[in-house]
Nanobody, 121 residues
Framework: QVHLVESGGGLVQPGGSLRLSCAAS????????MGWYRQAPGKERELIAT???????NYADSVKGRFTISRDNAKNTVYLQMDNLKPEDTAVYFC???????????????WGQGTQVIVSA
């Protein structure tokens, strides 16, 4: 039984920062690629960052240079540091586990509840 529990969201002004956390259980955490998705109102859920077991990371162009994904394998936790937030970053943020395959990231299992981020003045 895999559980993903996201936390750390909230209301922040444009230009501000938040750090999201995702605690994973029921998986062999160190053997999985972890990722973050987000879903803005009226839009499809999109992949924004992945991090491999040893820390190699990839980002969507929309967040590159502003967001940093990291992981602590000893704590089975993945993080998303979000800096210089913009109103268009407003979304529910979800974490995921999976693998890098030809063509991109393959997500496994079910979604967690997500955590809401609102960027507004």
């Amino acid at each position: 039984q895999v559980h993903l529990v996201e936390s750390g969201g909230g209301l922040v002004q444009p230009g501000g920062s938040l750090r999201l956390s995702c605690a994973a259980s029921g998986v062999i955490f160190s053997l999985n690629v972890m990722g973050w998705y987000r879903q803005a109102p009226g839009k499809e859920r999109e992949l924004i960052a992945t991090v491999a077991s040893a820390g190699s990371a990839n980002y969507a162009d929309s967040v590159k240079g502003r967001f940093t994904i990291s992981r602590d394998n000893a704590k089975n936790t993945v993080y998303l540091q979000m800096d210089n937030l913009k109103p268009e970053d407003t979304a529910v943020y979800f974490c995921a586990y999976g693998a890098i395959v030809p063509g991109g990231f393959k997500r496994f299992g079910s979604w967690g509840q997500g955590t809401q981020v609102i960027v507004s003045a």
